[in-house]
Nanobody, 121 residues
Framework: QVQLVESGGGLVQAGGSQGLSCAAS????????MDWYRQAPGKQRELVAG???????SYADSVKGRFTISLDNAKNTMYLQMNSLRPEDTAVYSC???????????????WGQGTQVTVSS
């Protein structure tokens, strides 16, 4: 019904920048919210940043001032601009979203497949 596809991961040096995107496709009436999560090896998945369809944003303390989340409603695509990257930012980054799929308020909630971000020291 709805698919989320992340892109933009890769290898970057500490102090560098990387951008991620998460594109939603399928039956989309509107977006309630989209989030970025990450999971490093041996650690629990953590919420990195979130954005509502209206543009309200939130960030984990560990990324405030370094990461910027944005949403292009026309393209159904969420972005995460990551600056001043640190080795501890190394993780698989996944997007999570709640999508309204019709005019009656039916919703879909799901995950993308994830993209690896590796920050070398």
């Amino acid at each position: 019904q709805v698919q989320l596809v992340e892109s933009g991961g890769g290898l970057v040096q500490a102090g560098g920048s990387q951008g991620l995107s998460c594109a939603a496709s399928g039956r989309i009436f509107s977006i309630n919210f989209m989030d970025w999560y990450r999971q490093a090896p041996g650690k629990q998945r953590e919420l990195v940043a979130g954005i509502t369809g209206g543009g309200t944003t939130s960030y984990a303390d560990s990324v405030k001032g370094r990461f910027t989340i944005s949403l292009d409603n026309a393209k159904n695509t969420m972005y995460l601009q990551m600056n001043s990257l640190r080795p501890e930012d190394t993780a698989v980054y996944s997007c999570n979203a709640e999508i309204v799929t019709d005019g009656f308020g039916e919703t879909w909630h799901g995950w993308g497949q994830g993209t690896q971000v590796t920050v070398s020291s």
